[in-house]
């Protein structure tokens, strides 16, 4: 029983090209992310929703646009794939509020070519 | 705004060497702070966690003592094994945020 799972986990596409990562989580939680960790390891948070809503959006692009189709879920599309866009992409969720543990996804690896 | 610096690495230890990944963090008010372990290809894990000051988080053989005074959260572990070879990755949540705070990551590799 997988609690927050991601798909795909692999992806390889062209420059330019238009994809979407699919998230979703199955704890019940009200709050969801979406982290980017580069190459060197670095995790940096994206985007955060809770109860559906926008709470966290950080300086990112906007060819990225996260979506909540309901709270168990968050997407991820991102347009017009540029080189630098190669990371790992980890959605995540918890209870809203500090202290709670936030649960992560598997990751996936997207790699732009 | 809340950061969060651990030692750099690489790591490489022996089996049943000790380990230590210094962790310490600059936030206002009273953040959460955790450990992060990152095991190859895989995602991140919560390894343990401390919510207020001198609360200890243990697991797995893991140890980490919320030090407000020098504002640390180091990580210990008395004996290591092969399988604790992963990233090691600190984080605070600072007061009513909705986020964590990473810091760059630590890799440690155990040898056998």
């Known amino acids: 029983d997988t609690a927050v799972s991601q798909t795909p986990k692999y992806l390889v596409t062209q420059m330019g090209n238009d994809k979407s990562i699919k998230c979703e989580q199955n704890l019940g939680h009200d709050t969801m992310y979406w982290y980017k960790q580069d190459s060197k390891k670095f995790l940096k948070i994206m985007f955060s929703y809770n109860n559906k809503e926008l709470i966290i959006n950080e300086t990112v692009p906007n060819r990225f646009s996260p979506k909540s189709p309901d709270k168990a879920h968050l997407n991820l599309h991102i347009n017009s794939l540029e080189l630098g866009d190669s990371a790992v992409y980890f959605c995540?969720?918890?209870?809203?509020?500090?202290?709670?543990?936030?649960?992560f996804g598997e990751g996936s690896w997207l790699t732009v070519v | 705004g809340d950061s969060v610096t651990q030692m750099e690495g690489p790591v490489t230890l022996s089996e049943e060497a000790f380990l230590t990944i210094n962790c310490t963090y600059t936030?206002?008010?009273?953040?959460?702070l955790f450990w992060y372990v990152q095991y190859p290809g895989e995602g991140l894990q919560l390894l343990l966690k401390a919510t207020k000051a001198d609360d200890k988080g243990s697991n797995k053989g893991f140890e980490a003592t919320y030090r407000k005074e020098t504002t640390s959260f180091h990580l210990e572990k008395g004996s290591v094994q092969v399988s604790d070879s992963a990233v090691y990755f600190c984080a605070l949540s600072g007061d009513n945020d909705y986020k964590l705070s990473f810091g760059a990551g630590t890799t440690v590799t155990v040898r056998a």
């Open positions: 995540a969720s918890s209870r809203g509020g500090t202290g709670n543990t936030i649960y």
């Open positions: 936030a206002t008010g009273y953040p959460s």
